[in-house]
């Protein structure tokens, strides 16, 4: 099974966090990343996703794989949109399941950014001035991830 996905489309968060329901679980933490209206002081009106697919699922799933390993946590997964987005849509999904909560946020926090830095995906960013810029990786506090 996958642990990392790209999706063109919105998808189920609820559907996605039942994944990773287990009798061990005790605790779970998640991070929702939304498009926001505003990066920089720049008004934004909407982004756009890219990804060099092959590279980036293999490294998503790399990611994953290396939480499991590093954190006591039983399990985890990530999907990342691509494709045009509209300011409030959700953008990236984390969720990580663990026996103890404190493995759960730590492993959560470093799966995305892990994700923003090493998974070959690129926002492009349109102003409400008319123009557009391309963001990767995401400095920290300029993507919806932060």
Same mark, same amino acid.
Not at 3 to 28: H, M, N, W
Not at 110 to 129: F, L
């Given at each position: ?60 799933? !790399? $990611?994953?794989?290396?939480?499991? &390993? =590093?954190? /006591?946590?039983? @399990? %985890?997964?990530?999907? *990342? ?36 830095? !090493? $998974?070959?995906?690129?926002?492009? &960013? =349109?102003? /409400?001035?008319? @123009? %557009?810029?391309?963001? *990767? ?10």
């Amino acid at each position: 099974m996958n642990r990392f996905a790209l999706s063109e489309t919105p998808f189920d968060v609820a559907a996605l966090r039942a994944q990773l329901l287990d009798a061990r679980v005790g605790g779970y933490a998640s991070f929702e990343g939304w498009v926001r209206d505003h990066n920089a002081g720049r008004e934004v009106t909407g982004l756009r996703y890219e990804a060099y697919v092959t590279l980036a699922e293999v490294e998503g799933e !790399r $990611v994953l794989a290396e939480a499991c &390993e =590093r954190f /006591a946590i039983l @399990d %985890a997964r990530c999907v *990342h949109r691509t494709g045009d987005l509209a300011i409030g849509e959700l953008a990236v999904w984390v969720g990580v399941a663990a026996a103890h909560r404190d493995a759960a946020f730590a492993a959560c926090r470093w799966i995305i950014d892990e994700v923003k830095q !090493r $998974v070959p995906i690129w926002k492009h &960013e =349109r102003y /409400a001035q008319g @123009d %557009a810029d391309w963001l *990767h990786p995401a400095p920290k506090g300029d993507d919806p991830a932060d």
